[in-house]
Structures are given as structure tokens and as C-alpha cells.
């Protein structure tokens, strides 16, 4: 079975541009999350999708959005980018049983110049 | 809102010997609780987790957790480390009533191990 894959693996910006992220979550997965890890703040939680609606959304500023397919992939979008969001990315999948197991991609790690 | 709290941020030990990774964690709410491994340039992969039932929890790679509900605890464990568990740890907790759904993973800020030969 495929792992969560992650596209691309790497990107350089400069500040103001925007960049588009995307997640295909383990087949049969309908549950996608987003987090960003950075030295200074670690790994925090950005939002998670279900049946292309968002469920949840953590605490950043609304330059972070997402979206969520019909067949489950995601995109994540940060516009008006900032040195800041300079991070690794990483989405997460899941059947959304409470039980079950949430599997992580690799991540992007998107440098902001 | 729930807390996670990894009380040492690098653990050095020479391999072979025991480790122990502590976590705390605050939460007005039932918990579930995970412990997470991610190797350089990787996303993390899931070495345990605590749902309900026995306390002592047994993951991969020959690591265990107990939860200590009275002491909001939750530690990692191993009773012989190497070289190849060099990585950093990551506890985490969701809440229970969360929409049915892991989806809302609260992490600590991660424990570095280091084991030495």
C-alpha cells in the first residue's frame, strides 16, 4: 500500500509570492491534516479535511488556506508569504476513526527568501 | 485546550544502555496520547499509542510508554538502545472528544536522542 506522498519535496520562494502544497493521502484515507514544524515553534497544527470540508483549522492568519479533492487529495496554499513561513510541511492521513492511526507524508520544506 | 510538555530537549546515552523520554501533558478532557519518532529529512512515523485499557503500552522498535493518569504522564521507554534510535521524539495527545478524529494532534516540542557508541 502507498504511503502519504507530498509534492514537491522542496521550494524556494521569495516573500510576497504564493505557493501551493499538495497531499494524495493513503488510498481509502478521507482524513487529511496539515501541520507545520519549525525549529522555534515545532509542530503545529494547521487544519484537517474530510469529505472535501474542513473540520478544524488551528491558529494562523488566514494567508494559510487549504482545500480538499472528491478522491481525497489535498492542496494547502499560503499566499502573501512572509520569511516566517519558512517550514517543513507536513500532511497526515487517516480513516478519521478515533482509533485509528494517523500516517504522515515526508513533508515539503519550503524556504522563504 | 490541551498542553504537551517534553521535559528534556536532547538526551544523550551510549548505546546499549536504558533510556527513558518523559512527557506531561494538561488537558481538561479525556486524552488519547502518542509517541512519534521522525528520522532526518522525514515525516514522523507512529511508534505507540495509548487509547484506553492497560497503561503500559507496547509500540515498534522495542519501545514502551506507561500512562500515569494521576501525574498527566506519559514516558517513554527502552530498556537497550542503538545506534539506529537516534532520532527525535515527539509525545502528542488528542482529544477524545474531538470529532471522532486524531485530526487535532497537540505536540510537544520534541526530545532529541543521541545514542553513542
Known amino acids: 500500500k502507498a504511503g502519504v506522498t507530498q509534492t514537491p519535496r522542496y521550494l524556494i520562494k521569495t516573500r510576497g509570492q504564493q505557493v501551493t502544497l499538495s497531499c494524495s493521502p493513503i488510498?481509502?484515507?478521507?482524513?487529511v491534516s496539515w501541520y507545520q514544524q519549525t525549529p522555534g515553534q515545532g509542530l503545529q497544527f494547521l487544519f484537517e479535511y474530510f469529505s472535501e470540508t474542513q473540520r478544524n483549522k488551528g491558529n494562523f492568519p488566514g494567508r494559510f488556506s487549504g482545500r480538499q479533492f472528491s478522491n481525497s487529495r489535498s492542496e494547502m496554499n499560503v499566499s502573501t508569504l512572509e520569511l516566517g513561513d519558512s517550514a517543513l510541511y507536513l500532511c497526515?492521513?487517516?480513516?478519521?476513526?478515533?482509533?485509528?492511526?494517523?500516517?504522515f507524508g515526508p513533508g515539503t520544506r519550503l524556504t522563504v527568501l | 485546550a490541551q498542553s504537551v510538555t517534553q521535559l528534556d530537549s536532547q538526551v544523550p546515552v551510549f548505546e546499549e544502555a536504558p533510556v527513558e523520554l518523559r512527557c506531561n501533558y494538561s488537558?481538561?478532557?479525556?486524552?488519547?496520547l502518542f509517541w512519534y519518532v521522525q528520522y532526518p529529512n522525514q515525516g514522523l512515523q507512529l511508534l505507540l499509542k495509548?487509547?484506553?485499557?492497560?497503561?503500559l503500552v507496547k509500540g515498534i522498535n522495542g519501545f514502551e510508554a506507561e500512562f500515569n493518569k494521576s501525574q498527566t504522564s506519559f514516558h517513554l521507554r527502552k530498556p537497550s538502545v542503538h545506534i539506529s534510535d537516534t532520532a527525535e521524539y515527539f509525545c502528542?495527545?488528542?482529544?477524545?472528544?474531538?470529532?471522532?478524529?486524531?485530526?487535532?494532534?497537540?505536540f510537544g516540542k520534541g526530545t532529541k536522542l543521541s545514542v553513542k557508541p
Open positions: 488537558s481538561s478532557v479525556s486524552v488519547y
Open positions: 488510498s481509502g484515507h478521507r482524513s
Open positions: 497526515a492521513s487517516s480513516t478519521r476513526v478515533a482509533t485509528d492511526t494517523q500516517y
Open positions: 502528542a495527545v488528542s482529544d477524545q472528544s474531538y470529532g471522532g478524529s486524531q485530526g487535532n494532534l497537540i
Open positions: 495509548y487509547l484506553s485499557g492497560s497503561t
